[in-house]
């Protein structure tokens, strides 16, 4: 099922089903400063077979506070109003969190703060690493590859700065961590690619 997300000026967090509009959860969120939608594979039936798919299931926010938070919804129709899992990073910025990116091929996400640091974090928001800039951000973001090669640069990460960018390669950050993360969908991921699915939407570590 196609599903659509939309976030008011009360801060409720609402799931849609695209080709009804009925509302599948909703959720009151607290003060937030950036969201992500959070998507995951999940298992469906299409006709006789049991496929994974990709489906909304949730947002991860940013707060002033430096924290990160991953609402979790398991959308009922029969239930819009039921409690959500929700995950509160235990570390946080130093200063206000103005954007965060998620890659659902590795359930990982990553979040830029005013305090000039990059964290990576786990699936349940377990930090992984902070890699800190002697100068302020402006964005971040994952690559994306449509083939999930990673030889191609699939899940590098994009840091960029006020006058140029910079590129943190997968082989890099994910040194000495590779055992927290959840890749658990290769044959999914290769599956997704063959049929049109979802995507997420090297050389030296440090490119400038």
Known sequence: AHRLMTVDDKHIFKIWDAATMRCLFKYRLGDFTCQRPYIRPQ??????????????????????????????????????????????????????????????????????????????????????REITFPQPLTCIAFRRCVDFDPACGHGDIFVGFAGHLELIARTCWSRGVVDQLAEAFPTEENSAAEHGSMGDGPGPDWLE
């Open 43 to 128: 298992l469906t039936f299409m006709g006789h077979s049991e496929v994974k798919v990709l489906m909304l299931t949730g947002i991860a926010i940013g707060t002033a506070s430096g924290a990160v938070q991953l609402v979790v919804a398991d959308p009922d129709e029969d239930d819009v109003a039921r409690e959500p899992e929700v995950l509160l990073s235990q570390t946080t910025h130093g200063a206000e969190v103005f954007q965060v990116d998620h890659m659902w091929s590795l359930d990982v996400f990553i979040s830029a703060g005013r305090d000039q640091a990059l964290k990576i974090w786990s699936y349940n928001l377990t930090l992984l």
